[in-house]
């Protein structure tokens, strides 16, 4: 029922996950419901659009970026991910951005403003990261997962360009019966970025 709280639990490849708060959200974009879950160690949320139960929705699996999202940053592409994403959720009518709450590729913000200091001394991304102790992507996407799992979807046209998603979402029991590439185009100043995630890290960058 619109305007109370739901709280709800399945579990979902060893994920005992929670829906806490789902709400009405109106943006720039269209009206969407926005929802809150955990599994009791990460959070996440999401944001549904329309009628999920026919053909496959459209998924984006979006990873938190405080510079990009926020601040407009072109040091990265997440911003502007992150925008078609949700237009192009809105063209289709209907769709699913799920944001993980895993800034910096899972090493979080200040560490990530840290590798940014390296970036500028002439290391890439992945450098940067190992340079702080770090894998060059801690990231995982069990919880993001479980979360299409526990919605109820069998099948989903995820919106990504790295295979890794497209990995977690298969082990969690939904299919993805299409890879929709998010491509934006390069900025100066995004270009070493980019090509680091395609020729490092194997992202789908044609």
Request: proline share 3%; with cysteine.
């Amino acid at each position: 029922m619109k305007g109370t709280r739901r709280f709800m639990s399945q579990t979902f490849q060893s994920h005992a996950v929670r829906q806490v708060a789902e709400a009405d959200f109106p943006s720039r974009f269209g009206h969407f419901r926005i929802c809150g879950f955990t599994d009791g160690v990460e959070e996440s949320v999401v944001l549904k659009m329309g009628d999920l139960t026919g053909e496959p929705p459209l998924v984006r699996i979006h990873s938190q970026c405080l510079t990009g999202d926020v601040f407009h940053s072109l040091r990265c592409d997440c911003r502007a991910q992150l925008e078609l994403a949700l237009q192009s959720i809105a063209d289709a009518g209907a769709g699913i951005l799920l944001y993980e709450n895993q800034e910096g590729r899972g090493i979080g913000l200040l560490n990530k403003l840290r590798a940014y200091e390296l970036q500028d001394q002439g290391a890439d991304t992945v450098e940067a990261n190992e340079q702080l102790g770090f894998e060059a992507d801690l990231r995982g996407y069990a919880l993001a997962g479980a979360i299409l799992a526990f919605m109820g979807l069998r099948a989903v046209r995820l919106m990504s360009n790295n295979p890794e998603k497209i990995q977690a979402v298969e082990r969690a029991g939904v299919a993805v019966t299409e890879r929709v590439p998010c491509i934006v185009a390069p900025v100066e100043s995004s270009e070493d970025y980019m090509r680091t995630k395609k020729e490092k890290l194997g992202h789908l960058l044609g």
